[in-house]
């Protein structure tokens, strides 16, 4: 029962640049900001992205994020074969009193 | 260093109940909200709840309002989720994650636990 939607997957092969989209509502994304976290098989998500497009510290320049209204994106550019992994965007919701997050988005290297 | 580390999870029948404790260390615990979220076998993140530093404050996702309550004690630096009236759907990983940022909807989770598995069956 997401109510922020991704794609599934999205692949690139190294080097290339992958974009994964979440789309949302004013309630959520469109008023609030979007946080986005990375998931690696069999560990807890970490942190990638915080207020939109903050990196925090050791989080390489290659991920970078926007906003425009009640979607946002997530680039990964020069992409890696570290980088395969699940990727999930989240945000408070003003309806719901709480956090959502999307649908989650598997990222695989070609 | 921070450390989160959740414990408690197991196998249990429907209809029962469970808590879930998280340890914490490396950081001011009375400081931060803290959150728990869950991850289904195989699925995606849900969030389940956040309390505020003072424990007073506390929000709940819709699926588990009114059966599971979060609380802290400030002096043991822990975090716990009284999970009652158990269900299948329940069954999960379950995460907790210090939150950072100025308000409750102003925040990020960072960084989380490694989760404890909770599976509801008969």
């Known amino acids: 029962q997401s109510v922020l939607t991704q794609p599934p997957s999205a692949s690139g092969t190294p080097g290339q640049r992958v974009a994964i989209s979440c789309s949302g509502s004013m309630s959520n994304i469109g008023s609030n900001n979007v946080n986005w976290y990375q998931q690696f098989p069999g560990t807890a998500p970490q942190l990638l992205i915080f207020?939109?497009?903050q990196r925090p510290s050791g989080v390489p320049a290659r991920f970078s994020a926007s906003k425009s209204g009640t979607s946002v994106s997530l680039a990964i550019s020069e992409l890696q074969s570290e980088d395969e992994a699940d990727y999930y965007c989240s945000a408070w919701d003003d309806s719901l009193n709480g956090y959502v997050f999307g649908t989650g988005t598997a990222v695989s290297v070609l | 260093q921070v450390h989160l580390v959740a414990s408690g999870g197991g196998v249990v029948q429907p209809g029962s109940s469970l808590r879930l404790s998280c340890t914490t260390s490396?950081?001011?615990?009375?400081?931060?909200?803290m959150h728990w979220v869950r991850q289904a076998p195989g699925r995606g993140l849900e969030w389940v709840a956040l309390i505020l530093n003072d424990g007073r404050v506390k929000y709940y996702g819709g699926s588990v309002k009114g059966r599971f309550t979060i609380s802290r004690d400030n002096s043991k630096s822990t975090l716990y989720l009284q999970m009652n009236s158990l269900r299948g759907e329940d069954s999960a990983v379950y995460y907790c994650a210090r939150d950072l940022g100025p308000s409750a909807r102003e925040s990020w989770f960072d960084p989380w636990g490694q989760g404890t598995l909770v599976t509801v069956s008969s």
């Open positions: 490396g950081f001011i615990f009375v400081r931060h909200g």
């Open positions: 207020r939109n497009d």
